[in-house]
């Protein structure tokens, strides 16, 4: 897959057939579209092609709005790939680029520059400064401009009711379940493993601390987990805990993973932990032994769970 951060460093020449969008999660009902660019490129002479933004347009548009994303950008980028998507464009999102006319940013971008020849599109796709051009627009510049419109019908995405803002909320509210269904794979958390207090190892439970850069990226609701991770291209389960670990008087939040029949080095490494299921609240409890006898019993229900 070509990858570019920005429609500036964009200099490949081949056709496209195109979608438009944020992406965020990229689930199951951006999935509906995906697959139709990437099994039309298959069949055609064209190369299948994503121009996605980041930031979040709601980021810069509402500056008030503490939007959390389901992926960082790199996450994103990975996902796609696995989907079999050509081209990856992701253009940095600014007041500057929103104030482009419907008229601009079609001939410009999308003809001048990404060499389209079909849009496939939700039919409720908006563009242009202020978003004032709709489908038909979109229609009418392919007219003009030699290329088509492919309109996804309102029942076709409507059927799927899937949307990143109910993902959201279900790993808000701890439903990973659900989150995983919508999105159609594990809800995964990225990040660095940094040294931390030692507390798991004194429990008997040692934990990897994950450090996440992106501020930006949604934490789910505090509790444990049953996960899993590759870890030196092995499959590794686990349990983490996101929270602020009450019953040691924490103070700072972290994520912490302990991984089950695993001992190596992780520090300064950089790993994926998928989500599987949800095992409890964060509680406060009466002493350090009743946490440890609820860490065993979380364990004995991960291990149940995996081997289900």
Do not use: C, W
């Amino acid at each position: 897959m070509i990858t570019v951060r920005s429609i500036s460093k964009y200099n490949e020449v081949y056709p496209t057939v195109i979608t438009i969008g944020t992406f965020d999660g990229v689930h199951i009902g951006h999935r509906k579209i995906l697959d139709k660019i990437i099994n039309h490129a298959k069949n055609t002479a064209l190369k299948s092609a994503v121009l996605t933004f980041f930031p979040h347009p709601r980021m810069v548009l509402q500056k008030d709005a503490d939007i959390k994303l389901l992926n960082t950008v790199d996450e994103k980028i990975a996902i796609l790939e696995r989907l079999g998507l050509d081209i990856l464009i992701i253009h940095p999102f600014t007041m500057e680029f929103s104030r482009l006319t419907a008229t601009e940013f079609v001939r410009d971008i999308l003809v001048n520059t990404l060499n389209i020849k079909k849009v496939i599109i939700g039919y409720d796709h908006r563009f242009g400064r202020n978003r004032n051009a709709n489908i038909t627009d979109l229609i009418a510049f392919g007219n003009a401009l030699d290329f088509s419109v492919d309109e996804i019908p309102a029942q076709e995405i409507d059927a799927v009711s899937v949307s990143s803002t109910k993902i959201r909320k279900a790993l808000e509210a701890g439903d990973i379940e659900t989150a995983n269904s919508y999105l159609g794979y594990e809800y995964m958390l990225t990040g660095t493993i940094v040294r931390g207090k030692g507390n798991g190892k004194k429990l008997g439970f040692p934990t990897a601390n994950l450090s996440i850069a992106e501020s930006y990226k949604l934490i789910p609701k505090n509790g444990a987990y049953t996960v899993k991770s590759t870890l030196n291209g092995e499959t590794v389960y686990g349990m983490m805990n996101i929270g602020f670990n009450p019953t040691l008087n924490g103070t700072e939040k972290s994520v912490e993973v302990n991984f089950f029949d695993f001992d190596a080095d992780l520090y300064g490494k950089k790993i994926q932990v998928d989500i599987l299921a949800r095992l409890r609240e964060e509680h406060k409890f009466e002493s350090v032994d009743a946490l440890k006898g609820q860490l065993a019993k979380d364990k004995k229900k991960s291990l149940e769970f995996i081997q289900k």
